[in-house]
């Protein structure tokens, strides 16, 4: 069965550092997505995706967070510097296209920050 | 006021019992609903996709929406040790932006 795969699982950084999540969504999905989830809250879309054009980044914090996903396949999500308040699971999702059309989820990457 | 509310729980109950989750929202706009199953540490897993009102069953699970009370269900039967997890339900208006509840944790012992 097909997956989203997400990489590090785990990442363990200081503040100001910096840190990337990559992900590899369902063969053939056009959209992807990037969601944060806080611990006990439901996850919050950072940025959407549409094959490498970013649709919706309104929730991404652009000072320090940046996107991409040049070929259209592979996404990597960055944060610099990382702050305390970024420690939180960091979720890809893809769906074959943006609309009428189921998310599946990875695994997720969960960041703590020292 | 969140777009929408979901009880944390924790909801603990016996192995066999029914289990109802319940979300409530406030945008009347939201035309796809579903149900994610979260295990400790792990990405949710899409359980129920249900499109505007009425019921849809899957095995054990039943999703209910009834958009006039922007009210919605998720029902789990004979329910098992390991339907243990976090339940998270969502909600769009045409399935891209997902508005996700706070989800309920569900504790079910043998």
């Known amino acids: 069965e097909a997956e989203v795969a997400q990489s590090p699982r785990y990442k363990i950084t200081e503040k100001s550092q910096a840190v990337a999540f990559w992900c590899d969504p369902i063969s053939g999905h056009a959209t992807l997505y990037w969601y944060r989830q806080i611990l006990g809250q439901g996850p919050e879309l950072l940025v959407q995706?549409?094959?490498?054009?970013?649709?919706?980044d309104s929730q991404l914090p652009k000072d320090r967070f940046s996107a991409e996903r040049l070929k259209g396949v592979d996404s990597t999500l960055k944060i610099q510097p990382a702050e305390l308040g970024d420690s939180a699971m960091y979720l890809c999702?893809?769906?074959?296209?943006?609309?009428?059309?189921?998310?599946?989820f990875g695994p997720g990457t969960r960041l703590t920050v020292t | 006021q969140k777009e929408v509310e979901q009880d944390p729980g924790p909801l603990s109950v016996p192995e066999g019992a029914i289990v109802s989750l319940n979300c409530t929202y406030s945008n009347s706009a939201f035309q796809y609903f579903m149900w994610y199953r979260q295990y400790s540490r792990k990405g949710p897993e899409l359980l129920m996709y249900t499109y505007s009102s009425g019921n849809k069953e899957d095995g054990r699970f039943t999703a209910q929406v009834d958009k006039s009370s922007k009210y919605i269900s998720l029902f789990i039967r004979d329910s098992q040790p390991s339907d243990s997890a976090t339940y998270l339900c969502?909600?769009?208006?045409?399935?891209?932006?997902?508005?996700f509840g706070t989800g309920t944790r569900l504790q079910v012992f043998p």
């Open positions: 969502a909600m769009s208006v045409n399935t891209d932006k997902l508005i």
């Open positions: 995706f549409q094959d490498e054009s970013v649709v919706d």
């Open positions: 999702a893809s769906s074959l296209a943006a609309q009428e059309s189921e998310q599946y």
